[in-house]
């Protein structure tokens, strides 16, 4: 009888546990499933949002997409007011530029500085906008590739050398001419620098330094159609610097 009384003294104690077990149970279930709505419905419009705070993504930027750089400072020795119509490149307002409707979306975002160049295809193509045949708007993609050099560090320094030296053997009368309008020789010196570090082409070998130097040399002086002997001078003096 005393075995009879205990299990008929708590009948209900094993499955009233359960219960508990089980109503806690589902009210986390609940209370997890609140917090993913929340999460995600805010997430679906920060995605809609014009300016996404983040870095930029390896797609091509539309102009309607901002992306704004945690480092507000970047720009802060490019030298800019942000009004295109007291800003100037080459001797034009920057207005001149960002105006044309064939102005690149991405390089009007540089400009304005939402748009901040890093370790991504559309970097690259941004880059490369440099030896465009546009000559209206290929000083302002030169400026664009200039200031990228000089703000260059780490794995974007591996971006900048070959656009470098594809606009200079594509327009070496115009690089020359560009390079003169820095008395300081920094420039120069920055753009050489980039070229030596990263300007390699897919089917070069490095380590061939010569052979580098004279595919340098052969290009930049078949687009220099009428050059003086002092500008040709220059060539191999400025491909020697990069290739040395």
């Known amino acids: ?22 109503c806690y149970n589902l009210k986390t279930q609940i209370f997890i499933s609140i917090i993913l709505i929340l999460v995600a419905c805010s997430d679906r419009k920060s995605k809609g949002e014009i300016i996404t705070k983040s870095q930029p993504a ?5 102009h309607d997409t ?21 800003d100037s490149i080459w001797g034009k ?8 409707p064939d102005c690149s979306p991405t390089a009007i975002d540089f400009y304005w500085g939402q748009f901040r160049p890093t370790d991504n295809n559309t970097t690259e193509a941004f880059l490369k906008l440099a ?18 050099i000089q703000i260059q560090d780490g794995a974007l320094a591996e971006y900048t050398g070959v656009p470098a030296r594809q606009y200079a053997e594509k327009f070496p ?24 570090y990263s300007g390699f082409y897919g089917n070069e070998d490095y380590k061939k330094i010569d052979e580098l130097r004279n595919n340098l040399t052969k290009a930049m002086k078949t687009n220099c159609k009428g050059c003086s002997e002092t500008l040709i001078n220059r060539v191999d003096k400025f491909a020697k610097d990069c290739f040395q």
């Open 131 to 148: 030896t465009t045949n546009n000559d209206k708007l290929r000083p302002f993609y030169r400026w664009c590739l200039n200031k990228t």
């Open 173 to 196: 009368k115009e690089f020359f001419e560009y390079m003169d309008y820095d008395t300081t020789n920094e420039k120069y010196e920055d753009w050489v620098s980039s070229i030596s």
């Open 93 to 100: 307002p920057v207005k001149f530029y960002v105006e044309n």
């Open 66 to 86: 901002i992306f704004i750089c945690n480092d507000n400072d970047w720009q802060q020795n490019f030298g800019l007011t942000h009004n295109p119509e007291r």
């Open 58 to 62: 390896d797609t091509i930027v539309k």
């Open 1 to 22: 009888m005393s075995f009879s009384s205990r299990r008929t003294e708590h009948p209900c104690q094993p499955h009233s546990q359960y219960l508990l077990v089980s």
